[in-house]
């Protein structure tokens, strides 16, 4: 029987020595699968700060955009106008309104 007790002994150490073994490597890969999910936790809060200044540039890129589409609707109808006031002028003349046509369509080549 103590030949017996001795076994059960050795077999409870042996258990007792593979469980410190699995705590320790549990333990490991514990501390090594918070590391990485820090580092992705950073990463994604950088990421986010990217995305951010993106968008921001992106909005004055869109101001920019609207404000130059205004000037050039405004220039449009300045240049009609001019178009209009011109042949309005040109056309009391002898001849003007052939050559008002002409100054039209110089002006219009020179804007495209």
């Known amino acids: 029987m103590s030949h017996d007790i001795r076994d059960q002994k050795s077999s409870i150490e042996l ?5 410190d073994q699995f705590e320790t490597a549990l333990s490991s890969n514990f501390d ?7 580092n992705l936790l950073v990463q994604l809060n950088l ?6 200044n993106i968008r921001t ?3 004055k890129l869109e101001e920019g955009l609207s404000k130059l589409e205004e000037v050039q609707t405004k220039n449009n109808e ?3 106008n001019m178009k209009v006031s011109l042949a309005e002028k040109l056309s009391w003349t002898a001849g003007g309104s ?13 804007m495209k």
Do not use: P, Y
């Open 15 to 19: 258990v007792e020595f593979r469980l």
């Open 32 to 38: 090594r699968i918070s590391g990485k999910l820090d």
């Open 47 to 52: 990421n986010e700060v990217k995305q951010e």
């Open 57 to 59: 540039r992106v909005n």
């Open 78 to 80: 300045e240049l009609n």
């Open 98 to 110: 052939a050559l008002g046509a002409i100054i039209i369509k110089l002006a219009e080549s020179n």
